[in-house]
């Protein structure tokens, strides 16, 4: 262990913050379908890494970076509805499990459609932002950028579902599955609806992605497994807990990256989540249910 | 056990297919046989699985018992001269001790379905980052080989990979041994418990059956097998990589092997080992007889059969969740058997509705 109390310790938590400023927005759009359509997309990072990769080739066609992101999210929404449409809605009324499991095929299709068409080359989308210097310690503007729009994208989430009619009926259905269709509340639509953000959400955090980290077809098995932690963890539909919890999370990762090996922190960052589970079965800030 | 005249011919067929194998491909012997090893292999770690899965225990965690039982043997047989005879014992008991430790608190909590996926999810996840951090024993993602001993065949050290045949039969025997176990849980007390608390926990208990108690004991066994079989996957390959035989992709490709061939039923795990093998077996040689697809996605053609798996998946899932034996059973039950009269006017009621 080669580990110490000095600058470039801070420098580690520093940047684990800003890392859990992405993991909670990826698992914000994971949480919001999880609590909505009670289905979790086990291909939620798939169609992250679909929407990188689309946002690198928008921009290497030319576009400019803010609207191949637009491009990436948009595409993404529509994946999300398309998604839901076609593969979820069928076993809807099923076991819970074969909810995971369709998506889990997903993953399959999203994973090896990638590596057909894109190849299994690493790619990097070539925008370089440099970093910023405080004392010993450098942060990359990339991932203050990242934690920046990350946060505020869920404070607008926030907004958008306290203050709008189809906000406020995505977070009556999640409370009440059963009673909101006899109150004329069109489930379908509000489902759709919701898979179309939750696919917005995961194309909003793959333009993040591309500033950060190379494009390879197998990216999604990086963060999936954080993510789903990350929404347990946090308890559902608890934005706040989110946060938390995927701080947490990154902590471990970021100290035990920098003191141990990376898979150490990940390990621990399992561990964790599994004991956690036992102690607190309704999420880390959840209620009692 | 009654046997039937058509188990007893299935039997002798299974025992007699390498001699058929000889004379029908002589030149691809081994290739054949390699086939039929990895089937049985499989199917025994699917059957396993579904001792759990049959009752609505849908473990995302099995690659890490698979990965358990692979890791545990080759590392005391490489680093501690162990014989596999205890080492694979060995392997066991770690495997039930972690299946327990993780097992109790969750039926104990009573933590299901998406939850119980998600956390055996992570169980796999954490065992297959601990064996890459091992890196100096377990050679991390690249892999590592059980010692070869003297000239690859050996009884003390369960190594028999040279010898196709003989692998063959210890693949074979394994397999039966997985039926049996599925039969002996099959025909107890247990599985009607099992059966009982998998459609409602709180009815269970209050005729007296100890849901906790049953779930470890099925989760127990199941683990056990899946270490099994995950050892003698590294005895016969005699090369690991965590990729393989550790980690969530092991544990979908078992779920889905399981599913697409039918966990209700006994052989419908071997069904599904079957068509999952051949499948990818069949795209993977068209496809590198194909030049056309080499030409469109080069070295990304390999995933195509990946690819095909996760859509079958997704259409197994909705068209046909007994999946393919389960569902030709069921047609076969339905043309010789009709159900009794009322039974069917309730089912035209219910369809004309």
């Known amino acids: 262990m080669d580990c110490q109390l000095d600058i470039f310790f801070l420098e580690a938590i520093l940047n684990g913050l800003l890392l859990a400023g992405l993991l909670a927005l990826l698992a914000l759009g994971l949480n919001l379908i999880f609590g909505v359509i009670d289905v979790v997309w086990i291909c939620y990072a798939e169609l992250v890494m679909v929407g990188m990769y689309s946002i690198n080739y928008a921009y290497k066609g030319g576009a400019p970076f803010l609207a191949a992101a637009l491009i990436g999210v948009l595409l993404i929404a529509l994946a999300g509805m398309v998604m839901h449409y076609l593969v979820i809605r069928p076993v809807l009324d099923s076991a819970p499990i074969n909810q995971l499991l369709v998506t889990g095929g997903m993953l399959f299709v999203l994973q090896a459609g990638a590596t057909m068409?894109?190849?299994?080359?690493?790619?990097?989308?070539?925008?370089?932002?440099?970093?910023?210097q405080l004392f010993d310690m450098s942060f990359a503007y990339s991932r203050i950028v990242t934690f920046a729009v990350a946060i505020s994208a869920m404070v607008l989430l926030w907004q958008f579902l306290q203050r709008t009619y189809i906000g406020i009926a995505i977070r009556a259905?999640?409370?009440?599955?059963?009673?909101?269709?006899?109150?004329?509340?069109?489930?379908?639509?509000?489902?759709?609806?919701?898979?179309?953000?939750?696919?917005?959400?995961?194309?909003?955090?793959?333009?993040?992605?591309?500033?950060?980290?190379?494009?390879?077809?197998?990216?999604?098995?990086q963060f999936g497994p954080l993510i789903f932690m990350i929404c347990v963890l946090g308890g559902l539909g608890n934005m706040i807990g989110g946060f938390i919890a995927a701080f947490i999370i990154s902590e471990f990762i970021a100290i035990g990256g920098s003191c141990f090996a990376t898979e150490w922190g990940y390990a621990v960052a399992f561990l964790f989540f599994m004991v956690m589970i036992f102690i607190r079965p309704q999420g880390l800030f959840g209620g009692k249910s | 056990m009654k046997l039937s005249p058509?188990?007893?011919?299935?039997?002798?067929?299974?025992?007699?297919?390498?001699?058929?194998?000889?004379?029908?491909?002589?030149?691809?012997?081994?290739?054949y046989l390699h086939l039929l090893i990895q089937i049985l292999i499989w199917s025994f770690i699917y059957t396993g699985w579904s001792l759990m899965g049959r009752f609505g225990l849908t473990s995302l965690g099995h690659g890490a018992f698979t990965g358990i039982g692979a890791y545990v043997m080759v590392l005391l047989w490489n680093y501690a001269g162990i014989t596999p005879?205890?080492?694979?014992p060995v392997a066991v008991v770690v495997a039930v001790i972690v299946a327990l430790l993780v097992g109790y608190p969750?039926?104990?909590?009573?933590?299901?379905?998406?939850?119980?996926?998600?956390?055996?999810?992570?169980l796999t996840e954490f065992v297959r980052l601990v064996i890459v951090g091992l890196r100096d024993y377990t050679g991390g993602s690249l892999g590592t080989q059980p010692r070869r001993y003297a000239d690859g065949i050996s009884l003390y050290a369960i190594q028999f990979e040279p010898d196709r045949v003989l692998a063959y039969y210890i693949a074979l025997a394994l397999w039966a041994a997985g039926l049996y176990i599925w039969w002996r849980v099959d025909r107890s007390m247990d599985r009607y418990a099992l059966d009982a608390a998998s459609q409602d926990e709180d009815a269970a208990e209050s005729v007296g059956i100890n849901v906790t108690r049953e779930k470890l004991k099925i989760t127990a066994i199941s683990a056990?097998?899946?270490?099994?079989?995950?050892?003698?996957?590294?005895?016969?390959?005699?090369?690991?990589?965590?990729?393989?035989?550790?980690?969530?992709?092991?544990?979908?490709?078992?779920?889905?092997?399981?599913?697409?061939?039918?966990?209700?039923?006994?052989?419908?795990?071997t069904v599904g080992a079957v068509f999952t093998q051949m499948l990818s077996e069949v795209l993977r040689v068209s496809i590198q007889g194909s030049t056309t697809m080499q030409a469109w996605f080069g070295q990304g053609a390999?995933?195509?059969?990946?690819?095909?798996?996760?859509?079958?998946l997704i259409l197994f899932i909705i068209y046909m969740p007994k999946g393919i034996l389960g569902t030709i059973l069921e047609w076969r039950g339905k043309k010789s058997a009709p159900p009794p009269a009322p039974a069917r006017k309730a089912e035209v009621i219910a369809s004309r509705s």
Request: hydrophobic share 60%.
């Open chain 2, 302 to 312: 390999l995933a195509l059969d990946t690819m095909i798996y996760g859509l079958l």
């Open chain 1, 117 to 132: 068409v894109f190849g299994i080359e690493f790619r990097n989308i070539g925008i370089r932002l440099g970093s910023y």
């Open chain 2, 6 to 31: 058509s188990t007893i011919i299935g039997v002798a067929a299974l025992l007699l297919l390498p001699v058929a194998v000889r004379f029908l491909f002589p030149d691809a012997e081994k290739y």
């Open chain 2, 85 to 88: 005879w205890i080492g694979i």
């Open chain 1, 173 to 221: 259905i999640a409370q009440d599955r059963a009673i909101m269709p006899l109150m004329g509340v069109d489930q379908r639509r509000v489902y759709l609806v919701t898979s179309a953000i939750g696919g917005g959400l995961a194309g909003l955090a793959a333009a993040l992605m591309v500033l950060q980290f190379d494009i390879y077809p197998q990216i999604g098995l």
């Open chain 2, 224 to 269: 056990a097998m899946c270490a099994v079989g995950g050892a003698i996957y590294a005895q016969y390959q005699m090369f690991i990589v965590p990729d393989t035989i550790a980690g969530l992709s092991v544990s979908l490709n078992i779920v889905f092997a399981v599913i697409a061939g039918g966990m209700w039923v006994m052989l419908g795990p």
């Open chain 2, 106 to 122: 969750c039926f104990h909590l009573r933590i299901v379905g998406h939850y119980f996926a998600l956390l055996t999810l992570a």
